[in-house]
């Protein structure tokens, strides 16, 4: 079982920058692929990014590319979301997620690719 618990969202104004933190349990963490997803008001649920489990792959939505970085400590068991430039569009509540299978990083876009969510975190970006 994991656990994951995202932070760091909050109100920001627009060309502005926040990062978001994702802390896991568990002593597995380092083996899973990790991703970040975003759902708008009246929208599904869509993927922005994804890091493998060395955190030397990384996979964008094109949305977000140049914008987000993704990145991972895993000595500290956490996955983070830079996001700079943000834009009202990017108002969503943030979540991350965790792959537990093999699947290279470049096909990890996909909902139904991860095993474990966490409860999410708001991010709005006032114009």
């Known amino acids: 079982q994991v656990q994951l618990v995202e932070s760091g969202g909050g109100l920001v104004q627009a060309g502005g920058s926040l990062r978001l933190s994702c802390a896991a349990s568990?002593?597995?963490?380092?083996?899973?692929?990790m991703g970040w997803f975003r759902q708008a008001p009246g929208k599904e649920r869509e993927f922005v990014a994804a890091?493998?489990?060395?955190?030397?792959?990384?996979y964008y939505a094109d949305s977000v590319k140049g914008r987000f970085t993704i990145s991972r400590d895993n000595a500290k068991n956490t996955v983070y979301l830079q996001m700079n430039s943000l834009k009202p569009e990017d108002t969503a509540v943030y979540y991350c997620?965790?792959?537990?299978?093999?699947?290279?990083?470049?096909?990890?876009?996909?909902?139904?690719?991860?095993?474990?969510w966490g409860q999410g975190t708001q991010v709005t970006v006032s114009s």
């Open positions: 568990g002593r597995t963490f380092s083996s899973y692929a």
């Open positions: 890091i493998s489990w060395s955190g030397g792959s990384t």
């Open positions: 997620a965790a792959h537990t299978s093999r699947l290279r990083v470049g096909v990890l876009d996909r909902n139904e690719y991860y095993d474990y």
